[in-house]
């Protein structure tokens, strides 16, 4: 009597070796999950609707200008590291990364200005001279960010969380870290100054969340930038993008790009493969998503029955905040800028209110300001600069209408830049390139054109996120943003981790 290997028991119909595993999607979670993949001796396909890959971190070009259309930030590069060494190379091989320090800077609306840096001490000396009150408060918050660290992202971020006995294993701690909090108020708990408490809560903002509803286990991003840098790749996010392809090619993977998944297909209440828009079937013994979770579960699911992500549900869910991002070159520079500023405007919690609950267009905003040419010269022609600039705005639940609205929005966007740190800016613009929430919508597939998929609140996190190993569909996984832990590039690598490790304990038969 023949053996029936693993691969044949979980999709009888392709019974070949090596297995095969389809990945919808080459943003950077798909692309560390088909690495991770390969790296166990599947042959990978990744299939992308774009006709490029990298997903939010698309690279324009335009006019000898190259700008990264999202991520500018790497805060943990090991996890990039770890896949180079999956494939038995150094990231360094192949991606000059440069760490940058300071961080940022930031300039509050009263025209005050703080520096952010990796150095204790010159964090110190910030803090001392902007807000002398607030200095015995930064250091327990320093302490406490990083036991939030060591268990909510060292401990969890890669670890599966489809069970609930994970869960409730994890309550005590959240109980002891009071991630029951949001942002705002456990920073309050630290800070007297307002500059300061804006100044340490504006994080959960960069990957879509408020402040206000954000469980405070994001103050962990504060030690993780300490602990691990940040960093930029020299050539931009496309170098880090076209490295990860290479490591999959390398692999005998394959990308295809202008390959839109209509639907991904069942035989035997498992996944078996999926089915482009084209009409071309590809099958599979395991099939990733790294498409939204709302496209995945609303759209590429067809008629199979669905338990928990039902299109109500997903309806009713909370999505982040989308996206106003203007890309721009100028003909001179602004060598005093430096390479990631935040230029925040004169409300806090009416924005945050106008962006997550009255979903209304505010006049004022608070704004990421991106100069990559502040590092890099090859992002712009000799004597040019580089930036790109990104307002928070309320996702298309909100009636504005983009349409009519980019423009102008556009402009009174150049005008703040223009009064706050980029004087003279709309007479040396050479070349101009806009994205709005249609985008997300459109280009992306993103429900409502959320930037970051689900708001990552406590009661859409960890379980109670849409599982890596679908609920709703045997041989289905999830990674990216949407998936646990979240959005942002340590998450969605992380989910890539979670991934592999779910899909070896069902080959296991676990
Ligand atoms: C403007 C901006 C700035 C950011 N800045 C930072 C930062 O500095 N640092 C940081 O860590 N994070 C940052 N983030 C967040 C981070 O970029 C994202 O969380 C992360 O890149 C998302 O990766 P992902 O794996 O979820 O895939 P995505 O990047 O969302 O890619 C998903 C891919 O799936 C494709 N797809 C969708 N549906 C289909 C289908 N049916 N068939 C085929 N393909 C499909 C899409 O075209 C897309 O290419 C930023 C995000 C944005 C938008």
């Known amino acids: 009597m023949k053996n029936v290997s693993t691969d044949e028991r979980l999709n009888p ?4 070796a090596p297995p095969r595993a389809v990945v919808i999607g080459s943003g950077f979670g798909g692309l560390a999950a088909a690495v991770r993949l390969g790296a166990r001796g599947y042959r990978v396909t990744v299939v992308e609707k774009l006709d490029a890959p990298g997903g939010r971190a698309y690279v324009y070009k335009q006019d000898g200008f190259v ?27 192949d991606i000059d990364l440069r760490r940058i320090d300071p ?10 200005r703080l520096s952010c840096s990796g150095n204790l001490e010159k964090m110190r000396a910030e803090i001392k001279r902007i807000a002398p009150q607030d200095l015995a408060g930064f250091e327990r918050y320093i302490r406490d960010s990083e036991t939030i660290y060591e268990v909510a992202f060292a401990e969890l971020a890669d670890q599966p969380f489809h069970e609930l006995g994970t869960l409730v294993h994890a309550v005590p701690d959240m109980i002891r870290l009071q991630g029951y909090h949001n942002v705002y108020d456990k920073v309050s708990d630290y800070f007297k100054s307002e500059n300061d408490c804006r100044n340490i809560s504006f994080h959960p903002l960069l990957i879509g969340g408020n402040q206000r509803t954000k469980t405070a286990y994001y103050c962990l991003i ?23 392809v290479g490591l999959i ?6 990308i295809r790009c202008n390959a839109q998944v209509d ?24 099939v990733i998503s790294n498409a939204d979770v709302g496209w995945t579960y609303g759209r590429l699911m067809g008629d199979h029955p669905r338990k928990r992500w039902t299109d109500r549900k997903l309806e009713k869910s909370r999505w982040s905040m989308s996206l106003f991002v203007w890309y721009f070159g100028t003909n001179r520079q602004w060598n005093d800028v430096l390479h990631h500023t935040m230029v925040l405007g004169p409300r806090y919690e009416g924005l945050l209110s106008d962006i997550f609950t009255k979903k209304h267009l505010s006049q004022d905003f608070s704004l990421y300001l991106h100069r990559p040419t502040a590092t890099d010269p090859s992002m712009a022609p000799p004597g040019c600069d580089s930036f790109y600039v990104l307002a928070p705005v309320p996702h298309l639940e909100s009636d504005v209408d983009w349409k009519v609205h980019a423009e102008t929005y556009r402009q009174a966007v150049a005008k703040r830049l223009a009064q706050t740190v980029l004087p003279g800016l709309e007479q040396s613009i050479v070349t101009s390139h806009m994205l709005t929430p249609i985008d997300f919508q459109e280009r992306l597939l993103s ?64």
């Not at 119909?13 to 070949?16: I, K």
């Not at 961080?103 to 005050?112: A, K, M, N, V």
């Not at 035989?267 to 013994?285: F, H, P």
Request: charged share 20%; net charge negative; glycine share 14%.
């Open 67 to 93: 700008f990264d259309a999202g991520p500018t930030i790497i805060t943990a590069p090991y996890l990039l590291e770890e896949l180079w060494t999956l494939c038995g190379r150094r990231l360094s091989d």
């Open 447 to 510: 429900y409502r054109g959320a930037a970051f998929s689900l708001e990552p609140q406590l009661f859409q996190s960890a379980w109670f996120r849409p599982h890596n190993r679908s609920e709703e569909l045997d041989g289905l996984y999830l990674v990216g943003a949407g998936t646990h832990p979240g959005a942002g590039i340590p998450g969605v690598l992380s989910s890539a981790k979670v991934v592999d490790k779910l899909i070896a304990l069902e080959r296991s038969g676990v």
């Open 249 to 254: 090619e390398g692999q005998g993977g394959t």
């Open 13 to 16: 119909d392709l019974n070949s």
């Open 222 to 244: 504060a030690h993780l930038e300490r602990l691990h840098g940040v960093h930029y790749a020299m050539g931009g996010m496309g170098a880090l993008v076209k490295g990860l």
């Open 263 to 286: 639907q991904i297909l069942v035989k035997n209440n498992r996944a078996s493969g999926v089915r482009l828009v084209s009409g071309e079937t590809l099958d599979a013994n395991v």
């Open 103 to 112: 961080f940022y800077e930031i300039l509050f609306d009263d025209g005050q």
